[in-house]
């Protein structure tokens, strides 16, 4: 069995939390992941609702333990954050991996699905063909895509939207929970 890579999530809020869970859930399917714990910007942000308990530290930390990391994924669900975020990471830290993490649950046309760097599809969705995610888009739970959908760099479609066949969402669009989109 392969050494399982690294994944440190980058914040410690909801869609952190959703993001370690999803990773977690991929490990125990068989995928060679294992959740390292979170990193934030700042450590003296952290609310109550924030998983402290598994913070390893802010962006030094990181920086300092980067050969205690295999990859990075992104846990904030706002569009122009998670962009500059992931620049900002992309250029301090070139040598980690973004890899894009889809919940076994998910069901759709893999072999037709393009996904850039750094992109979460979540469970309960279901979709069709030629899907496209550009990278760092965000595919929250319950989400249904139709054919040829295209998610731009940095979108974020959150709970049980639908996004009907042929729709591009351009770059760092947020589409809310519920939401419908022809």
């Known amino acids: 069995m392969s050494t399982p890579q ?9 869609q952190a939390r959703d993001t370690a869970w ?15 714990g ?3 910007s700042d450590l003296g942000k952290l ?8 913070v390893l530290g802010d962006t030094d930390w990181l920086v300092a333990h980067r050969r205690e990391v295999d990859a990075l994924a992104l846990g904030i669900g706002t569009p122009a954050v998670r962009l500059r975020v992931a620049a900002q990471l992309t250029e301090l830290l070139p040598e980690l991996a973004w890899p894009s993490l889809v919940h ?3 069901i759709l046309d893999r072999a037709s699905l393009s996904m850039g760097r750094g992109c979460m599809i979540a469970c309960g969705t279901a979709g069709t063909v030629n899907v ?8 929250n739970v319950g989400i249904t895509l139709g054919h040829e959908a295209h998610h731009g760099e940095g979108t974020v479609v959150n709970h049980g ?14 589409v809310g929970t519920g939401a419908r989109v022809l």
């Open 6 to 14: 690294r994944i440190v999530v980058i914040g410690a809020g909801g």
């Open 22 to 36: 999803l990773i977690e859930e991929l490990a125990r399917a068989g995928a060679p992941y294992a959740f390292a």
């Open 38 to 40: 979170f990193v934030v």
């Open 47 to 54: 609310g109550p609702h924030d998983a402290k308990e598994r």
């Open 104 to 106: 076994p649950s998910v």
């Open 132 to 139: 496209r995610l550009d990278d760092f888009a965000l595919v």
């Open 161 to 174: 939207a639908s996004i009907s066949g042929g729709v591009v969402l351009e770059r760092g669009v947020l």
